[in-house]
C-alpha cells in the first residue's frame, strides 16, 4: 500500500464529505464514474462564525444531493447567499439553475452563459460574503471558461478540475488549450510561492496538502507526455487515436476517448510552436 504522503499532493486519506478547512466542507456528489473519481466536490464556503455561507459548484441535477448541501448549511447555522462555477461542465454546474430556486441565490460564473443575475466573474474579481473572501483566479486549458478560487484565510485553493485530488485532468479539446493550462498551472503555482498557499479543494477527489508538490507534479507529468507524443508523431503515429493508442497504451482503454481530447489539444501546440 503506498504511502498517501508519498502521492503527487500528500492527497488526503479519510471520508471526502465533511469539513477540510476551517472555512470549507465538501459535500460529495453522488456521480462516481472514471471520469469524475470518487463524484464531485460541492463546495460550501464561509467564515465560522457567519450565518451566510457560498457554494462553490453544486453539481449534477439531483436533487437529492443540492437538497443535502442545503441541509448541511443549515445544519451548520447557515444559509446560502451566493452560488459560484468553477466551470461548465455538466457534473459542476447542471445542477446550478435548480440550486438557484431552492435557495434564492444568484449564479456567478465566468461564462455568461451559466450566469443567473446581473453579476458574472472575471479574473481578479474579489467576492465577499459574511465576511468571506474569495480571489478569482483565471486558469483556462481544462475548459475556456475554467476559475479557480484563492481562500486567503484557510491558505487554500479550489481548483475545480483544474487539479484533481487524485490523477491528471483533460484538456477538453477544442475548448481547452495546452498552452493556456501550463500558463494557469504555472498561475496557481506562484499562489504557493507568493501567497502561501498549501491546500488544494479539488472538484474531484481528496484534498492535497501540498499545493506545490501537486502543480509540479502537474508540470512535469505535461511535460513528459508532450515529449512522448512529439516523439510518437516523429515515428509515425499522425492521427490522435494512433497517438493515444501508442502513449497511453498502460491506460484504461475506458479513458482512451478523454486522452484522445488532450492528445489533439497537445498536437495543437506542438503545431503552433513549430515541433512538428
Known amino acids: 500500500m503506498t504511502d498517501a504522503a508519498a502521492l503527487p499532493g500528500q492527497p488526503r486519506g479519510g471520508v471526502l464529505s465533511g469539513p477540510a478547512t476551517a472555512r470549507a466542507v465538501n459535500v ?25 455561507a457560498v457554494v462553490i459548484d453544486p453539481g449534477p441535477l439531483d436533487e437529492g444531493h443540492l437538497e443535502t448541501v442545503v441541509s448541511t448549511a443549515e445544519k451548520a447555522g447557515k444559509r446560502i447567499g ?51 473572501e474569495l480571489r478569482v483566479v483565471a486558469t483556462p486549458g481544462h475548459t475556456a471558461d475554467s476559475l ?44 504557493t510561492v507568493d501567497d502561501g498557499v498549501h491546500t488544494v479543494l479539488p472538484g474531484h477527489g481528496p484534498v492535497l496538502e501540498d499545493a506545490q508538490g501537486a502543480v509540479d507534479f502537474y508540470l512535469a507529468h ?42 489533439r489539444a497537445q498536437l495543437d501546440y506542438l503545431r503552433e510552436h513549430g515541433l512538428i
Open 148 to 191: 479557480c478560487f484563492h481562500l486567503p484565510a484557510d491558505q487554500a485553493v479550489l481548483t475545480g478540475d483544474t487539479i484533481l485530488g487524485r490523477g491528471t485532468t483533460v484538456v477538453a479539446h477544442p475548448d481547452g488549450r495546452l498552452g493556456e493550462y501550463l500558463d494557469s498551472l504555472r498561475r496557481l503555482r506562484s499562489l
Open 82 to 132: 451566493l452560488t459560484l462555477l468553477t466551470h461548465g461542465h455538466p457534473d459542476h454546474a447542471e445542477g446550478a439553475a435548480r440550486f438557484a430556486e431552492l435557495t434564492g441565490t444568484a449564479v456567478r460564473a465566468l461564462d455568461p452563459a451559466l450566469r443567473l443575475g446581473d453579476e458574472g466573474l472575471a479574473a481578479g474579481d474579489v467576492i465577499t460574503v459574511g465576511g468571506l
Open 28 to 52: 460529495l456528489a453522488p456521480n462516481p464514474s472514471a471520469m469524475t473519481l470518487d463524484g464531485t466536490n460541492t463546495w460550501i464556503v464561509s467564515e465560522p462564525d457567519s450565518a451566510l
Open 222 to 263: 505535461r511535460a513528459g507526455r508532450l515529449a512522448q507524443v512529439e516523439t510518437a508523431v516523429e515515428n509515425g503515429h499522425r492521427t490522435a487515436s494512433d497517438v493515444v493508442a501508442h502513449v497511453y497504451a498502460d491506460v484504461d482503454r475506458s479513458l482512451w476517448p478523454a486522452a484522445e481530447q488532450s492528445v
